[in-house]
C-alpha cells in the first residue's frame, strides 16, 4: 500500500527526531561517566596523595619541639586515609602505617620505625598514582569512544537532513508547480489541460479530482456554449425591451447592464458604463450618483429632451441561495400619472371651491327659516331643519379640508409665520369648540405650564390643527366626561396635546391615522372625510415640527404635536 504524503511526513520528522533524541541520550550518558570517573580520580586518589604528603611532612617534626603537635596532625591524616581506602592492597599498607606508627609513639626503634613508616607512605602515594594514571587512561578511553560515536551518529543525521532538505522541496514543490499550471489553464478556458502524476499519495489524488474536473469543464463548455450565448442574447433582448430604465450592479460594485431607457436617462453610451465600477461612474455622472445614494422613495423629476418627467426608484435585490449576488435598480416612468393626479388636484379644488358658494347660500336661508319673523314653524319642521343644518355644516367642513388638502397636495400651502403665544392659541381653539363640548357636558381641563415662550409659527395653521384635535376628541368623547388640553416647555421646543377619553384606536392602525383618506375600520360613529388628520401632519411639518398619537383601546387617544420656539432677548 503506498504511503500518503502526509505518512512520509511524519515518518521522515519522528525518525529525524528519533535521532536526535539518541544523540542527547549518548551525549549526556558519556559526559555523566566521565564526570563519575573525573570525581572518583579526586575523591578516591588525589586525597589520599594528600593525606600522605602531609603524614611525610610531620615525620620531620616527630623528633623537634612541636613532636605532640606533629604527631595529633599525623593521626589525623592516618585516620583519614583509614576512610578513604579504594584500592587493592592498599588496605594492608595502612594497615602496616598504623603498626609502625602505633610502635613509633612508644619509642621503640625509633629509627628504624620511621624507615618504615616512609616506606609505607611511598608505597601507598606510589599505589594512588598508579590508579590515577590507570583511571585517567579509561576515561580518555571513554571519551574517544564517545567522541566517535556522537560523530557517527551527528554524521548520518546530518546526510539524512541534507537529504531530506534537497529532496522534500521537490516532493512537494514539484506537483504544485504542474498544478498551478492546470489552474491558470482553466482560468484561461483551456479544458484540455491535464496534469499527468504517477503517484499514489494526496497530490495523486489531487491530480486525478483537477483532470476529472477539466474533463466535466470540457463536456459543459462544448455542449452549453450556444444554449448560454443563445440564453445571454435572449435576455439582453428582454431587459433592452423593457418600458422602465433598469441597471444592473453585482455584489462587487460592478455594473452588468444597461437597458437604452437607462442610457438615454444617464446621457451615456454602453461602453461608458457597463463594466465598469459604480464609483467611477458615480464621479462623472450626476443622476447615477444620486440614483445610488438616495434611498427615498419619493417621486423625483428628470428632464429629458426638455420635457419634465417624473420617475419613482425601486431597488430590487438578486438573491442566490443565501447570498446577495447584487441589486437592480428600475426607474418607473409615473410622468402620467403625475398629470393625473396634477389634474385631480385642481379639480378638487375648483369643485370644491364652486361648491361652497352654494352651501353657504343654503346654511344662510336655513338660519332666515329659524327666524319667526319668517314665520313659525313646528317642532318637527325645526328638527329636519336642524339636520339640514348639521348635513350642511360637515360638508362645509368637507369641503374646507378638501380645498386645504389641494394645496397641500400642489405644493402651494401659504404660511403667515410669525411670533406667536402659546396661551393665545390655546384659547382661541378652546373658545371655538367650546358649544360642542357643552352640548355633550365635556368639560375642557387644562394643564399649561407657566412661562412658556413665543413659538415661530402660523397661528392660523395651529388653531386648525388644534381644532380638528378638540373636534375629534368631542366626537369620540363619551357625554359628561372630560378632555384634557396640555401644552408644555421641551428640549428648544413646545408641545402641545389633547387626550381624551374615548375607545381608542387599535395597535395595527395607529400607524396609519395620519395616513390621507384613512378611517378606522370598524367604527359606527359618523365618520369624516379621512383627510383632517393628513392635512394637521402636513402643516405641522411644513412648520418644521413633529406630530404624534399615542393610544390603547380602552383608554382614550392622546393627539399633539412639537414646534421649536423662539425666545426674546
Known amino acids: 500500500m503506498a504511503l500518503k504524503l502526509k505518512t512520509k511526513v511524519a515518518l521522515g520528522g519522528i525518525f529525524l527526531f528519533a535521532l536526535l533524541i539518541l544523540v542527547g541520550a549518548l551525549s549526556f550518558y558519556y559526559f555523566n561517566r566521565i564526570t563519575e570517573e573525573a570525581k572518583g580520580i579526586v575523591q578516591d586518589n588525589y586525597e589520599t596523595l594528600n593525606y600522605s604528603r602531609d603524614m611525610l611532612k610531620e615525620m620531620d617534626d616527630l623528633s623537634g619541639r612541636d613532636s605532640l603537635d606533629a604527631v595529633k596532625n599525623f593521626e589525623q591524616n592516618l585516620q583519614a586515609q583509614e576512610k578513604n581506602i579504594t584500592e587493592p592492597g592498599e588496605k594492608e599498607l595502612t594497615d602496616s602505617l598504623r603498626k609502625n606508627f602505633e610502635a613509633l609513639k612508644l619509642k621503640r626503634s625509633p629509627d628504624s620505625l620511621r624507615s618504615l613508616i616512609r616506606k609505607n607512605i611511598s608505597g601507598i602515594m606510589q599505589l594512588n598514582l598508579q590508579a590515577i594514571n590507570k583511571k585517567n587512561q579509561a576515561a580518555k578511553a571513554s571519551a574517544e569512544k564517545a567522541k566517535a560515536i556522537i560523530t557517527l551518529i551527528l554524521t548520518v543525521c546530518t546526510l539524512i537532513g541534507l537529504t531530506f532538505i534537497f529532496n522534500f522541496p521537490s516532493l512537494v514543490a514539484s506537483p504544485i508547480a504542474k498544478l498551478t499550471e492546470g489552474i491558470r489553464a482553466i482560468a484561461n478556458k483551456n479544458y484540455r489541460e491535464r496534469i499527468h502524476l504517477n503517484r499514489k499519495d494526496e497530490f495523486g489524488e489531487l491530480a486525478n479530482a483537477f483532470n476529472s474536473m477539466a474533463e466535466k469543464l470540457d463536456e459543459y463548455e462544448h455542449s452549453n456554449l450556444s444554449k448560454i450565448l443563445f440564453e445571454k442574447r ?153 339636520q339640514l343644518k348639521n348635513d350642511n355644516q360637515r360638508m362645509l367642513k368637507i369641503l374646507s379640508e378638501l380645498l386645504n388638502m389641494s394645496q397641500v397636495e400642489a405644493g402651494k400651502i401659504q404660511l403667515n409665520i410669525q411670533d406667536a403665544s402659546p396661551y393665545v392659541i390655546i384659547q382661541n381653539s378652546i373658545n371655538a369648540v367650546n358649544s360642542s363640548a357643552k352640548e355633550k357636558q365635556i368639560t375642557i381641563q387644562r394643564k399649561i405650564e407657566d412661562g412658556l415662550p413665543l413659538i415661530k409659527t402660523d397661528p392660523d395653521k395651529i388653531g386648525w390643527v388644534l381644532n380638528n384635535f378638540l373636534t375629534n ?22 408641545s402641545f396635546s ?25 367604527r359606527t360613529d359618523k365618520k369624516g372625510s379621512g383627510i383632517g388628520l393628513a392635512i394637521c401632519k402636513e402643516f405641522i411639518e411644513a412648520m418644521g415640527g413633529k406630530i404624534w ?17 423662539f425666545q426674546e432677548g
Do not use: C
Request: charged share 25%.
Open 549 to 565: 398619537v399615542k393610544s390603547m383601546i380602552g383608554s382614550g387617544s392622546t393627539f399633539g404635536f412639537s414646534l421649536p420656539f
Open 234 to 386: 435572449r435576455a439582453e433582448t428582454v431587459i433592452n425591451s423593457l418600458k422602465d430604465a433598469s441597471i444592473g450592479i453585482d455584489n462587487k460594485g460592478a455594473i452588468l447592464f444597461a437597458n437604452e431607457q437607462a442610457l438615454q436617462l444617464l446621457n451615456l453610451k454602453e461602453l461608458e458604463i457597463v463594466g465598469q465600477s459604480q464609483e467611477g461612474v458615480q464621479k462623472k455622472n450626476d443622476l447615477f450618483r444620486f440614483l445610488i445614494k438616495e434611498q427615498t422613495s419619493i417621486p423625483f423629476k428628470i428632464v429629458v429632451e426638455g420635457k419634465e418627467n417624473y420617475f419613482t426608484k425601486e431597488i430590487i435585490d438578486i438573491k442566490q441561495g443565501n447570498e446577495n449576488a447584487g441589486t437592480v435598480i428600475v426607474l418607473k416612468n409615473i410622468t402620467s400619472f403625475k398629470e393625473l393626479d396634477v389634474a385631480k388636484t385642481n379639480f378638487i379644488a375648483t369643485v370644491s371651491h364652486e361648491l361652497k358658494t352654494p352651501l353657504a347660500s343654503s346654511d344662510f336661508s336655513l338660519k332666515l327659516l329659524e327666524d319667526p319673523r319668517i314665520g313659525q314653524i313646528s317642532n318637527e319642521q325645526k328638527e329636519l331643519i336642524q
Open 473 to 494: 376628541a368631542i366626537k369620540y368623547s363619551p357625554e359628561e366626561s372630560t378632555i384634557i388640553v396640555n401644552v408644555q416647555n421641551g428640549d428648544n421646543e413646545v
Open 498 to 522: 389633547v387626550t381624551d377619553k374615548g375607545s381608542g384606536i387599535a395597535e395595527p392602525y395607529i400607524g396609519k391615522i395620519f395616513d390621507r383618506y384613512f378611517q378606522v375600520p370598524g
